[in-house]
């Protein structure tokens, strides 16, 4: 059975840069890992110029983009509702753990990244799902166990601990 954990925070916060540093750590203990990031509304990764975009813009719903050495499918909406997370989760392939950045919203397990430099508020206080918080320092009055930020031993051992990955 695949298990979620997800990554939440303000931008800037340094999500992206723990999981990158987590997904190593994750193949190496010999978990297979996936990741779905929630991107702004506007992102692409088709370019000008380039066949598949040539396709998407005269129309196509679909456009699956494939070489010997990786495929992408890019699905436009066109009109239709954004896919929920279980929607997106359900198009990967098996592996052992999904890692979800972003999403802050869904009611999946999650590690808060919080960076008060960033001066935005916790979302843990909203946020039941929250089960710990990554941060350079423990933070006052916040229930949740805090993890250093920059410890990715720390990290991955809270992880193992409680089955999340």
Known sequence: MTKLIGFAGWSGSGKTTLVTRLIPAL???????????????????????????????????????????RFALMHEYRGEPELTLDALIAKLAP?????????????????????????????????PHIVAVASPAPLAGVPVPHLPLDDLDAVLAFLIERDLV
Do not use: N, W, Y
């Open 27 to 69: 193949i190496e203990s010999g978990r297979r890992v996936s990741t779905v990031k929630h991107a702004h509304h506007d992102f692409d990764v088709d370019q000008p110029g380039k066949d598949s975009h040539d396709h998407r813009m005269a129309g196509a719903h679909e456009v699956l983009v494939a070489s010997s050495r």
């Open 95 to 127: 592996v052992d753990v999904v890692i979800v950045e972003g999403f802050k919203r869904d009611p999946i397990p999650k590690i808060e990244v919080h960076r008060p430099e960033v001066g935005k508020p916790l979302l843990q206080p909203d946020d």
